[in-house]
């Protein structure tokens, strides 16, 4: 009953920067936190970023001072702007949403479907 739409990948050359957005929509009453994940070929899902509903963030090391996220709360959307690319950003980045749906005291965690970043050396 909730749908998240991931767009803004692609591929681009290092030192470039994409922009990710995810919308949620459905059977909202409102939205926790908001978060991006990515996994590299051969490689565990790690956390990249997340946001709280109040605007609180926190980053993988790997990441500071290049990426940053952002809500919207009013469009139930999340953003990633990327800059400075690395090849070794190369992933699928999957966004994640908590959701309170209004059926349940607790947060209900939906995935969006994944969109791949490719960067070139």
């Known amino acids: 009953q909730v749908q998240l739409v991931e767009s803004g990948g692609g591929l681009v050359q290092a030192g470039g920067s994409l922009r990710l957005s995810c919308a949620a929509s459905?059977?909202?009453?409102?939205?926790?936190?908001m978060g991006w994940y990515r996994q590299a070929p051969g490689k565990q899902r790690e956390l990249v970023a997340a946001?709280?509903?109040?605007?609180?963030?926190n980053y993988a090391d790997a990441v500071k001072g290049r990426f940053t996220i952002s809500r919207d709360n009013a469009k139930n959307t999340v953003y990633l702007q990327m800059n400075s690319l690395k090849p070794e950003d190369t992933a699928v980045y999957y966004c994640?949403?908590?959701?309170?749906?209004?059926?349940?005291?607790?947060?209900?965690?939906?995935w969006g479907q994944g969109t791949q970043v490719t960067v070139s050396s």
């Open positions: 459905g059977s909202i009453f409102s939205i926790n936190a």
């Open positions: 994640n949403v908590d959701v309170f749906d209004g059926l349940g005291p607790s947060p209900v965690r939906y």
């Open positions: 946001i709280t509903h109040g605007g609180s963030t």
